[in-house]
């Protein structure tokens, strides 16, 4: 049987919590089913990574779509 | 009147060339034709009459004496109202910046006006390039001008409505993850994403750094390399700008297709998920037309539609939460409910899974250049269903899921909207030609030797006019 944490909390709460934790204070008062929708959305998983992923792959921080191939054009 | 209305940004340009068009007679007939419409079709935010005029003046007195710029000289043109116009506002269709006032010119208007192009007016948007059609918002929804009860598409809805109904020759939007290509597929018009870093982004409000373009809509695909060809071009105040000299974008258009290696991403919209049956038969048929005209059509498969499109959704809420952060924290009420729940979950992106993301995005883009490597380009679906009700937030919602076009702001590669049809009820259907990275004259090549062969370029949306301006657009 899971041990019950005395810092167990609610969704709700956890909704809050996060909401809080961001700045967004007005919009949970204002919107708090848009801001508990946007909580889910935001935490979902990414989704299984393809076969040629690595967790050390280099991210595509500056994106350059010419090091993927080039059509034509010439460079500067 | 109508006459003027569907001149081609192509035959106006010879014909002001040769002063047999007068560019202030031009933006005239245009100008009475956007007063005649606007209170139907609600595409324009602000028409700039005044500017328009004195453009066009000055267009034809250079040209009168001899003093002719290129293809746009005197040829009016409209801007979504996310690029920034000196003087006015950048309204991006939000109460939040109705009292904004823009210093200078986005470089993409520097370089129209440098052509000697006229700028007509700001298009209505969804709400900073991410919203959706709502009665929130300080100005109406533009409306689809096949069918006023329907989704024009977005984000840039106005750019795509005034190409459709002749209310401008071409316009300039933006696309982060569809946003040219989806009003092109809902009002039958040409929609073109090039390649990342093509055109510069200064002076133009960010949706998400890494996935935003700028791109024009035309009713021709001559008509879009040459708008493409006036704004492109490297600039150092955009730190995305490509370095490199815009390829000639007119030059092959006539080549045809025949010897040309076309993939057909089939699986995007046949397992990945189903498309409308309307819009299946009518790409199914286009690479039909492709293949008779000596292409040779093979189907191909890359990663799911689904990893392509999470993969640029999650870079793009996180970069869009960064840009919109302060003001969902201090007045999150002054947005659009569908703005807000649009903006609302970049906040809760772990880090990791933008890093992974971008990760991801890395691993596609190869995936895509060699996918690539044996062909000269790809087709595939734009939107996987017709323009739902306008006033059907959550269908609308589900259609910004149910699309092709995502994968190709992951990739950063060009891809264009052209028509394919038209459905029983009149509604266009659309199929996206895609390109290697730069490939522009390619993406253009095809998709100008299957709207000749084709027709679906040439139809026009039956406009409605206010009673009292009605002479005006017959």
Redesign the interface.
């Known amino acids: 049987m899971a041990e019950k944490s005395e810092t167990d909390i609610t969704g709700a709460q956890w909704v809050r919590a ?2 809080l934790a ?6 949970h008062a ?2 708090p089913a ?2 508990a ?3 889910a ?3 979902s998983s ?2 299984p ?2 076969a ?2 690595s ?1 050390v ?5 500056t ?14 | 009147m109508s006459e003027l209305a569907y001149l081609t940004i192509a035959e106006a340009g010879r014909l002001i060339r040769a002063r047999q068009l007068s560019p202030v007679e031009f933006t005239k007939a245009l100008l009475a034709r956007i007063a005649a419409t606007e209170p139907t079709y609600h595409a324009y935010i602000a028409v700039t009459e005044e500017l328009a005029l004195a453009q066009a003046k000055t267009a034809e007195a250079e040209i009168m004496r001899g003093d002719w710029r290129g293809p746009m000289h005197g040829v009016p043109y409209a801007a979504k109202d996310i690029f920034d116009v000196a003087g006015m506002a950048t309204t991006c269709h939000s109460r939040l910046r109705i009292d904004h006032r823009a210093t200078a010119d986005a470089t993409a208007v520097v370089r129209l006006r440098e052509a000697g192009a006229v700028l007509l007016g700001k298009l209505a948007l969804h709400e900073f390039a991410t919203g959706g059609p709502t009665l929130e918002l300080p100005w109406p929804a533009a409306r689809n001008p096949w069918n006023l009860d329907l989704h024009p598409g977005g984000s840039s809805s106005g750019s795509g409505v005034a190409v459709a109904i002749g209310t401008a020759p071409g316009a300039l939007g933006t696309d982060t993850g569809g946003s040219v290509r989806n009003p092109a597929t809902c009002c039958g018009v040409i929609g073109m994403k090039p390649t990342y870093g093509t055109v510069s982004r200064a002076g133009v409000f960010p949706l998400a750094f890494s996935l935003d373009n700028v791109g024009p809509l035309t009713r021709t695909v001559e008509d879009n390399a040459i708008l493409l060809k006036a704004i492109a071009g490297h600039d150092p105040a955009d730190p995305a700008s490509a370095h490199r000299k815009p390829a000639d974008f007119t030059g092959t258009l006539d080549a045809g297709v025949k010897g040309l290696r076309i993939g057909l991403i089939a699986h995007f919209y046949t397992e990945d998920m189903i498309a409308a049956p309307e819009q299946s038969a009518a790409i199914a048929a286009a690479a039909d037309v492709l293949r008779r005209l000596g292409a040779e059509v093979r189907e191909i498969r890359l990663s799911s539609l689904q990893r392509y499109t999470e993969c640029g959704r999650t870079i793009h809420l996180a970069e869009a939460y960064a840009v919109h952060e302060r003001d969902l924290q201090e007045r999150p009420q002054d947005y659009a409910e569908i703005t807000r729940k649009k903006l609302l979950p970049g906040a809760f992106i772990p880090a990791v899974d933008y890093v992974r993301a971008q990760q991801l995005r890395t691993v596609l883009c190869a995936e895509f250049a060699a996918a690539m490597r044996d062909l000269d380009a790809v087709i595939t679906l734009s939107s996987l269903d017709l323009p739902c009700r306008i006033d059907d937030a959550e269908t609308i919602a589900k259609t910004y899921e149910r699309q092709c076009r995502m994968p190709f702001n992951v990739t950063g590669t060009p891809a264009i909207a052209v028509p394919t049809g038209f459905t029983a009820a009149g509604l266009p259907t659309a199929m996206q030609i895609v390109g290697r990275a730069f490939a522009e004259p390619m993406v253009y090549r095809v998709a100008h030797a299957y709207c000749a062969a084709t027709g679906w370029c040439e139809r026009h949306p039956p406009v409605k006019a206010a009673e009292r301006e009605k002479s005006l657009v017959e």
Do not use: C, N
């Open positions: 996060l909401a961001r700045g967004l204070d007005r919009a204002l919107f848009a801001v929708a946007a909580v959305r935001g935490t990414l989704g990574q393809p040629k992923f967790a792959t280099e991210p595509a921080v994106f350059d779509p010419a090091e993927f191939g080039d059509g034509s054009g010439e460079p500067t």
